[in-house]
């Protein structure tokens, strides 16, 4: 697959911003989709009270699906990733120190919390039993659209959306910390942003994929989506449970409660999301 050019990305980029959408001061980015009569839906949809943890363990050990000594579950949130030397508030990348960024912060998050419907995109299910994700084939905006079509599920406004890849399934398998990170391809954020999601999350370490991707551009999906949208990025998320009880019951959407530490200043924050079914 060919990379794109830096005139595509900036292209892109222009078409989802969403800088000032909520007000030059607002800093929950698109946490403010999820409505209050969000939450109530997603709360009447919990029928059998099955609770399945999503997190994956925070220790010496590294994660139970991660290659990394202290990896966890976590958010990281809009003023994780900068480039063009601006965060997502327009403050300089400078303003991000070790001493914590306190715009856009984690601790930001506190007043409106993670709570809302989430929805399981099982890609890794949906390309077959146990697939696994080619490095070189990222997951585009059509194969989102025929996962969710494929589960009966239609993805809405406010939506926390979880795309299972088959990354820790593998990893639990060859525990191979040089496991390639499969994931969403950077158009993707074109498809995030017309959802009107108000978060993201994947079972690998970056949720795109960054083989990849856009010529001279890092992690794009990141910039696309956290500097230029507002929008969270959780990581290293355990959907295998989830994704085995989905298509137990044919049930692709639940209530998500993901609340992540009031760190003052932080950029990112571990986190144990549990859904409800």
Same mark, same amino acid.
């Given at each position: 697959m060919t990379a794109a050019s830096m005139s595509e990305f900036r292209s892109l980029a222009s078409e989802i911003g969403n800088r000032g959408r909520w007000g030059r001061n607002n800093e929950l980015g698109t946490l403010n989709f999820i409505a209050e009569e969000h939450v109530r839906e997603a709360s009447a949809s919990v029928r059998r009270g099955a609770v399945i943890p999503l997190g994956i363990d925070f220790g010496t050990r590294g994660a139970r699906a991660g290659p990394h000594v202290r990896a966890? &579950?976590?958010w990281d949130t809009i003023s994780?990733?900068?480039?063009?030397e601006q965060l997502h508030s327009g403050l300089p990348a400078g303003s991000a120190t070790s001493a914590g960024e306190y715009r856009g912060g984690i601790d930001k998050n506190d007043g409106k919390g993670v709570a809302a419907r989430g929805v399981l995109l099982d890609v890794a299910g949906h390309r077959g039993p146990d697939a696994l994700l080619d490095p070189t084939a990222p997951v585009?905006?059509?194969e989102l659209d025929a996962v969710a079509a494929a589960q009966g599920v239609t993805v809405r406004t406010g939506d926390v959306v979880l795309v299972r890849t088959g990354w820790a399934s593998r990893f639990r398998r060859t525990r191979n910390p040089a496991e390639p990170f499969y994931g969403l391809g950077w158009r993707c954020a074109g498809w995030l942003h017309g959802h009107q999601i108000a978060a993201v999350a994947a079972d690998n370490a970056m949720v795109e994929n960054p083989v990849f991707g856009v010529?001279? $551009?890092l992690l794009p999906l990141h910039r696309l989506c956290l500097r @230029? =949208?507002? =929008? =969270?990025?959780?990581e290293f998320w355990d959907l295998d449970a989830l994704a085995? @009880?989905?298509?137990? @019951?044919?049930?692709y959407s639940f209530l998500l409660v993901a609340p &992540?530490?009031?760190?003052? $200043?932080?950029?990112?924050s571990a986190v144990n999301p549990i859904a409800f079914k």
């Open positions: 966890a &579950s976590r994780h990733v900068y480039y063009d585009e905006p059509a010529t001279n $551009g @230029d =949208m507002g =929008m =969270m990025f959780g085995a @009880d989905c298509a137990a @019951d044919g049930v &992540s530490s009031r760190v003052a $200043g932080a950029i990112g």
